[in-house]
Nanobody, 124 residues
Framework: QVHLVESGGGLVQAGGSLRLSCAASGSFFAVNAMGWYRQAPGKERDLVASIDDSGRAKYVDSVKGRFTITGDVANDTIYLQMNSLQPDDTAVYYC??????????????????WGQGTQVTVSS
């Protein structure tokens, strides 16, 4: 069983910064990728940024240039540095991991794990 533990959310004024952390623990073969999703009230949960075990990062267009995802997927820990925060960034942020069950990749050999979520609130 995998546990993803997030920290670092909070309340910040527009233009401020926050840093989120996520660490995976438990019994599993390996982590293939990790990332952050967010869900605002009344909206769907959407991908914000992800990083794979080769260090390749991806971002949704709305956060490019403001957010940076870093960390070591092989060591099961990632961070999300969020700068120039805006009220539209207000949401619950969820850590996500793609957990490997073997050396093979793809459907049937991986499953998704989620953290409990951490609230980020940006005031105007």
């Amino acid at each position: 069983q995998v546990h993803l533990v997030e920290s670092g959310g909070g309340l910040v004024q527009a233009g401020g910064s926050l840093r989120l952390s996520c660490a995976a623990s438990g019994s599993f073969f390996a982590v293939n990728a990790m990332g952050w999703y967010r869900q605002a009230p009344g909206k769907e949960r959407d991908l914000v940024a992800s990083i794979d075990d080769s260090g390749r990062a991806k971002y949704v267009d709305s956060v490019k240039g403001r957010f940076t995802i870093t960390g070591d997927v092989a060591n099961d820990t990632i961070y999300l540095q969020m700068n120039s925060l805006q009220p539209d960034d207000t949401a619950v942020y969820y850590c996500h991991a793609v957990i490997a069950t073997s050396m093979k990749r793809g459907p049937g050999y991986e499953y998704d794990a989620w953290g409990q979520g951490t609230q980020v609130t940006v005031s105007s």
